[in-house]
């Protein structure tokens, strides 16, 4: 049972909010960027801080990763200072960014007093270090140990590891390959955790599916039982005093060696304060067991519920169906010497996603910033695919695009070459590398760009990207309904969205459309 906040303990949040406000004003926004951080506001590290458990008495070992201003560590104090007045708190935190040390020691500092005035005991360690760096290590300068933690907590940084770097190497050769600073800090908590440990973490949705993360997943899942995520209805609300407009959950999970996986917690809101809505679902129907890519599906209320059911009853894989998917093969700034901005002798048309619209391909654009064409030779020539029909899809959306998945037909008919180019920011549909079947390639453009598609990647792909591997992993019409609905492709002409959504819905059995209701 929660007691009383001891003197102070309140206070403590609001001198660290008043830091980190200070901290994050000051802070030379390029800095910020390079280093890829955004500070937790108070709301949320109290949120994050009701999130963890505290089960058993005894010492609490706490370490904060990239800990910025000490907003979790403060939260996370006053609530065990709450419920746990005379606890022994051990807490380590690290941080890379030299403006943020005095600050830092001034927050842990704080936290250490406020205890002491409850009858508590908090101890500190600053690292003033990379936490990537102190974490692979496997002892300090003076023998200290890293770790285990009984809580990791962290708002960790957002932004790509390059292949080359040593950051990345480092997370590598200790616990997995992984793409991006937020889930290398992820897998290391994962690893300085004690068993029966747990981390919470506020993170961009994108680690849940893509191909980029799936060794990041693969050893998360092996190690880690997810026991609660926290979805925010608007993005724009997590980090309300920033500029993030990144999908963010808050994820909640622990350490087992145990192949039993029991129920999860999903909950949705739209801010902090307003109310929470929570529903507990299967481990199951969050990871499903036999997935090679280990997705983690988050359905945040009935209605994802209900799009995933629609979803798992179409009745075709994409292989079912007689089509492939690849990425775009000519990366044009590795073949430059090749392009040409318009039609030339000897080369054939290059498509990117300017020349898409209204379900078909505009070529060329006079005057476009990208080129139209690349020349056809013996280095070219196995970048291009063989004249046919084919079904592109854009691979990058904006956020404030209304649809996140746009698709369209080539048409050998109205764009006559022998070969054609693909630019890798398309997807490309096909079959062994060559065109699809007319009736089919338009009833598949007609399905990409149907609503209930679009629905299902946006509620479960926390990123704007559309790869070729989620579009591989999806089910589909049957071969046959889409072979239907390409029979209904109004030519010369492009149907608006109510129209279009009919079409398919007629196409479909009605337990797959129920989403579209």
């Not at 679902?281 to 209900?306: K, L, R």
């Not at 169906?321 to 093969?329: A, E, K, N």
């Not at 020349?355 to 476009?368: E, S």
């Not at 920011?425 to 990409?448: I, Q």
Request: proline share 6%.
């Amino acid at each position: 049972m929660a007691t009383k906040a001891p003197a102070g303990s309140a206070d403590l949040v609001a001198r660290t909010e008043a830091r980190r406000q200070e901290s994050s004003a000051a802070l030379d926004p390029k800095q910020r960027a390079k280093l890829g951080q955004y500070f937790t506001p108070a709301p949320a590290a109290d949120f994050i801080a009701s999130l963890t458990r505290l089960d058993e008495a005894g010492p609490i070992r706490i370490l904060d990763a990239g800990a910025g201003a000490g907003s979790l560590t403060a939260s996370l104090v006053m609530r065990i200072l709450r419920e746990r007045p005379e606890s022994t708190i051990n807490v380590t935190a690290c941080e890379i960014d030299p403006q943020l040390h005095e600050i830092l020691a001034t927050t842990l500092e704080d936290c250490t007093s406020t205890a002491r005035a409850a009858g508590g005991l908090v101890e500190t360690t600053l690292v003033r270090d990379d936490f990537i760096t102190w974490a692979t290590q496997a002892e300090g300068l003076f023998g200290e140990e890293r770790g285990p933690f009984d809580l990791v907590i962290m708002n960790p940084p957002y932004k790509k590891l390059a292949a080359s770097s040593s950051e990345r190497k480092a997370v590598a050769s200790t616990c997995t390959e992984t793409s991006n600073l937020y889930s290398a800090f992820m897998a290391l908590g994962v690893h300085l955790l004690v068993r029966g440990g747990q981390l919470v973490a506020i993170t961009p949705r994108s680690f849940a599916n893509g191909p980029y993360f799936r060794p990041f997943r693969r050893y998360f899942l092996d190690r880690m039982h997810i026991d609660r995520v926290h979805v925010f209805d608007a993005r724009n609300k997590v980090f309300a005093d920033t500029d993030v407009l990144q999908e963010n959950v808050i994820l909640s999970a622990t350490r087992t060696d145990s192949p039993d996986r029991g129920l999860v917690t999903v909950s949705t809101s739209q801010s902090y304060s307003s109310d929470i809505r929570s529903r507990v679902v299967q481990y199951e129907e969050m990871v499903h067991p036999a997935d090679p890519e280990h997705f983690i599906h988050i359905s945040a209320d009935e209605e994802d519920t209900q799009l995933a059911t629609a979803h798992a009853n179409l009745p075709a894989t994409l292989p079912e169906t007689g089509c492939q998917i690849s990425t775009g093969r000519v990366v044009d700034f590795r073949s430059k010497e090749h392009l040409r901005p318009g039609q030339t002798d000897g080369a054939v048309p290059l498509i990117y996603p300017l020349h898409m619209r209204d379900g078909g391909i505009n070529w060329p654009v006079p005057d476009a910033k990208k080129n139209n064409s690349i020349m056809l030779n013996i280095d070219t020539e196995k970048m291009t695919f063989p004249s046919g029909y084919y079904v592109v899809v854009k691979r990058l959306s904006s956020k404030e695009e209304k649809r996140r998945v746009v698709a369209a037909v080539f048409d050998p008919m109205e764009i006559p070459f022998k070969r054609i180019g693909f630019e890798n920011h398309v997807n490309v549909f096909h079959h062994a590398g060559e065109g699809l079947p007319k009736d089919v390639a338009r009833g598949l453009c007609l399905w990409m760009n149907s609503t209930l598609l679009d629905r299902f990647i946006r509620r479960f792909s926390g990123h704007t990207q559309v790869n070729a591997t989620d579009l591989r992993n999806l089910r589909y019409p049957s071969k046959d309904q889409l072979k239907a609905m390409g029979n209904e492709w109004v030519e010369g002409g492009w149907l608006d969205q109510e129209k279009l959504d009919d079409l398919v819905k007629r196409h479909l059995e009605p337990a797959d459309t129920a989403a579209l209701s």
